[in-house]
Structures are given as C-alpha cells and as structure tokens.
C-alpha cells in the first residue's frame, strides 16, 4: 500500500478534526493525546458528514450530528443504530 501523505502534525490537536480528500475520498484525521485515526467521513446511515461530530476522547468514538449513531474511531465498526454499517478505517502512519 503506498503512503499518501494528508496533513503536517500542526494541522492537528488533541479532539479536533481535520477532513482531508484523498484521492476522491472524503478522510476523517483525529488525534486524541498522541494518537491518530483516519477513517471515511460520511455516516454508513445516512451519507452525513462526521467532520462535525462529538469525539468522545476516553472510548475513541464520534458521533453522527444527524442521527447519533457512534463510530469507533479505532476500527471504523458502527457501535450504535441507526448504523449498522462500518465506516472504512484507513492506516496512520507519521513520518519526520
């Protein structure tokens, strides 16, 4: 899998979201302490973008402002309904 780089480390703090395109892609980056996830920014529910949900720091989670359903920001899996669906996670790696 080749890297693609999507953003400087002082783009990013603890909770906060940055949304990046990647390729046509709509990318979700979080970083809780010194931690970072990247998963699909859309809700699996209802095509709603995350980039303005809660981020819940000690479960690693967001939850959709439309429907509240969660997403654990570790692997994607939809944690409560309406969702059912995953959201796809994407690797992290930093580099430099």
Do not use: W
């Not at 909770?15 to 859309?42: K, P, R, T, W």
């Not at 570790?74 to 796809?88: D, Q």
């Amino acid at each position: 899998m080749n890297k693609i780089p999507v953003c400087s480390l002082g783009d990013l703090s603890t909770g906060n979201v940055q949304v990046v395109e990647v390729e046509g892609q709509s990318i979700l980056v979080v970083q809780i302490d010194e931690e970072y996830f990247a998963i699909e920014s859309l809700c699996s529910h209802a095509d709603i973008s995350l980039e303005s949900g809660e981020i819940d720091e000690s479960d690693r989670t967001i939850e959709c402002p439309k429907h509240g359903s969660l997403f654990s920001l570790e692997t994607g899996e939809a944690l409560t309904l309406p969702a059912i669906k995953p959201v796809k996670k994407f690797p992290v790696s930093l580099d430099g």
